[in-house]
């Protein structure tokens, strides 16, 4: 099944962009009457057929309309610092988001080495895996923060930061998931301890992924495959 999206789907007739109907009538050869699946990120799944297969303005008829298709079960924003080789931030992008996450922020940290990041490519990824895996909802991108001033906000829930520096931690199968859970992962080199102490009096709990040291990217997708683990066993 290919999946189609945008963001702004209304109405009983509605007209791809002109990326999307190329895809659709020149690579995947589309015709009058094929089948059309969209989704508008927000949970919105939509199933239609081809009215005018235009290249460039291809127009679908839709006759099925699922609101809050298949919406997960909990929410998960994670705050992980950005890489300095891109390709493993934007694999853990694509995974977290095959899996199942919905906010992340690029955590901007002391030992941080990559201070920018191109949002735009970013999001292009996100909604590439979004599709591939079926979802009707696109994980929120936030904008880089700083530690500081992402610890200053009024978060709610469950909230922990892991990090690697030797002290009495929770295992990360002993957090007690809730409705909200916003969690960090620090940079290459870790959470220095004055940051890992402002997180903790944020109300931040210290947990710990094992006695593996991880990378970065790879502590963001173990932290998403156990939050869908541990919502499972509810």
Request: net charge neutral; hydrophobic share 35%.
């Amino acid at each position: 099944m290919n999946l189609f999206y945008n963001p702004r789907i209304e109405g009983d007739t509605f007209e791809l962009d002109e990326q999307e109907s190329k895809h659709v009538v020149r690579v995947l050869r589309m015709g009058l009457g094929n089948r059309v699946v969209m989704v508008d990120g927000k949970g919105g799944w939509y199933e239609g057929t081809i009215d005018d297969n235009h290249s460039k303005k291809c127009k679908i008829k839709i006759h099925f309309h699922t609101p809050d298709y298949q919406p997960l079960p909990y929410g998960l924003h994670l705050a992980i610092s950005p890489t300095k080789n891109m390709d493993r931030f934007e694999w853990f992008l694509e995974k977290a988001t095959e899996i199942g996450i919905t906010e992340i922020t690029p955590l901007l940290c002391h030992r941080t080495e990559r201070k920018q990041v191109k949002t735009e490519r970013l999001e292009r990824i996100i909604i590439s895996a979004m599709k591939q895996s079926l979802k009707a909802y696109k994980p929120v991108l936030h904008s880089p923060e700083s530690i500081s001033d992402f610890l200053s906000k009024n978060h709610t829930g469950t909230l922990g930061i892991a990090h690697c520096i030797p002290s009495d931690r929770a295992g990360i199968y002993d957090l007690v998931l809730s409705e909200n859970n916003v969690l960090m992962v620090g940079p290459e080199g870790d959470f220095t301890e004055e940051e890992v102490n402002l997180a903790v009096r944020a109300g931040y709990m210290p947990f710990h992924l094992g006695n593996s040291r991880l990378r970065t990217e790879t502590a963001g997708v173990y932290i998403t495959a156990a939050a869908q683990i541990l919502s499972a066993s509810k």
